[in-house]
């Protein structure tokens, strides 16, 4: 099964991946929206993308009071049921990958993780032309 790889010291500081990855699931290039986000350092120019990299341990899953996460058995991705989701930020407090987080977009907040758009390559693979992020 493919999963996302990261090489956070190829990161450029772009934020294709974020664009693009608003863009596949909402329609809209925007970096807030975004299921993975680029944070940078300024005083040092680091850059470090930030993404739900279908890990083994899923804390994530285990610490949700609400059953809102699961697996997608054909892809390995994270599945959000967004009716479910209180917004405690269990979830994201347990992700040592920061790969979860609350956004706030069009009709409220969502709980954002990556879903490898859906079995397809993923969107931020695809765009990231200095390698930080490949779909393997």
Same mark, same amino acid.
């Given at each position: 099964?493919?999963?996302? +790889?990261?090489? $956070?010291?190829?990161?450029?500081?772009?934020?294709?991946?974020?664009?693009?990855? !608003?863009?596949?699931?909402?329609?809209?290039? !925007?970096?807030?929206? !975004?299921?993975?986000?680029?944070?940078?350092?300024?005083?040092?120019?680091?850059?470090? $993308?930030?993404? &739900?990299? *279908?890990?083994?341990?899923?804390?994530?899953?285990?610490?949700? $009071?609400?059953?809102?996460? !699961?697996?997608?058995? @054909?892809?390995?991705?994270?599945?959000?049921? *967004?009716?479910? &989701?209180?917004?405690? @930020?269990?979830?994201?407090?347990?992700?040592?990958?920061?790969?979860?987080?609350?956004?706030?977009? *069009?009709?409220? @907040?969502?709980?954002?993780?990556?879903?490898?758009?859906?079995?397809?390559? $993923? +969107?931020?693979? +695809?765009?990231? +032309?200095?390698?930080?992020?490949?779909?393997?």
């Amino acid at each position: 099964m493919k999963k996302l +790889r990261l090489n $956070p010291t190829k990161c450029v500081g772009c934020k294709l991946c974020e664009l693009n990855c !608003s863009f596949a699931h909402h329609g809209v290039f !925007s970096h807030d929206i !975004s299921n993975l986000r680029v944070v940078t350092v300024e005083d040092t120019a680091d850059f470090t $993308p930030y993404l &739900c990299i *279908q890990c083994e341990e899923r804390r994530c899953i285990e610490v949700c $009071p609400t059953d809102v996460l !699961s697996v997608d058995k @054909e892809t390995g991705a994270v599945t959000v049921n *967004q009716d479910l &989701c209180v917004f405690c @930020e269990a979830c994201v407090s347990a992700c040592k990958h920061k790969g979860i987080r609350i956004v706030k977009c *069009q009709g409220g @907040e969502k709980l954002a993780v990556c879903d490898l758009c859906k079995g397809n390559e $993923p +969107r931020c693979a +695809r765009a990231c +032309r200095e390698g930080a992020i490949a779909f393997e």
